[in-house]
């Protein structure tokens, strides 16, 4: 069974820094696609960044702000945030693929932590 915990959202003024921690089990992270999601208010759940088997890809929006790494031997997966902006804002939700091998598209392809907010003030 996939367990997905998120942990290290907070408060930040416009330009800070966090750093967010999914701890997992029950993943495979040799063959797991893992992503960060985010969600704003009243705005659909958007993807922010993803790896697999080490390589790594990044929205738009935050490539060259962000990096998303994996630590096996923690079985944890991080996504640091720098030069955050009011934008940036939102519910971080952890993702792991239930489809090895593969970073399929449509929210029931993943299982999911319960989030963590991230509160960027200007």
């Known amino acids: 069974q996939v367990q997905l915990v998120e942990s290290g959202g907070g408060s930040v003024p416009t330009g800070g820094s966090v750093r967010l921690s999914c701890r997992t089990s029950?993943?495979?992270?040799?063959?797991?696609?893992l992503r960060w999601f985010r969600q704003h208010p009243e705005k659909e759940r958007e993807w922010v960044a993803q790896?697999?088997?080490?390589?790594?890809f990044y929205a738009d929006s935050v490539r060259g702000r962000f990096t998303i790494s994996q630590d096996m031997a923690k079985n944890t997966v991080t996504l640091q945030m720098n030069r955050l902006t009011v934008e940036d804002s939102g519910l971080y939700y952890c993702?792991?693929?239930?489809?090895?091998?593969?970073?399929?598209?449509?929210?029931?392809?993943?299982?999911w932590g319960q989030g963590t907010q991230v509160t960027v003030s200007s």
């Open positions: 790896i697999r088997t080490g390589t790594t």
């Open positions: 993702a792991a693929s239930r489809i090895p091998y593969s970073c399929p598209d449509g929210q029931h392809n993943y299982d």
């Open positions: 029950g993943v495979d992270f040799r063959s797991t696609c």
